[in-house]
């Protein structure tokens, strides 16, 4: 099973920047489906990117043009770098990776926008 552990989680100003990693365990990552969702307090966890092992990515409408999803195969990580944050991008960040039926969570890292 692969293992996943996120970073980058911060305080940030509405308008700022962040760049979060999962790093993942293991071999095989290349072939891995990789996703970064959130969960707001109170709400249900979301899609937020996703990018396949093809280098397709599709990303939530609400993050649209602010946020880059990415994976460099040859370090096991995948990115999410997100622009121009707002409070409501505050939320607990996960890092998933899926291949078939099989899926594996990170703990997630928390990111507050706020001023």
């Known amino acids: 099973q692969v293992q996943l552990v996120e970073s980058g989680g911060d305080l940030v100003q509405p308008g700022g920047s962040l760049r979060l990693s999962c790093a993942a365990s293991g071999s095989g990552f290349n072939i891995l489906t990789m996703g970064w969702y959130r969960q707001a307090p109170g709400k249900q966890r979301e899609l937020v990117a996703r990018?396949?092992?093809?280098?397709?990515?599709n990303y939530a409408d609400s993050v649209k043009g602010r946020f880059t999803i990415s994976r460099d195969n040859a370090k096991n990580t995948v990115y999410l770098q997100m622009n121009s944050l707002k409070p409501e991008d505050t939320a607990v960040y996960y890092c998933k990776a899926r291949f078939g039926r099989l899926e594996s969570w990170g703990q997630g890292t928390q990111v507050t926008v706020s001023s």
């Open positions: 990018i396949t092992s093809g280098g397709s990515t």
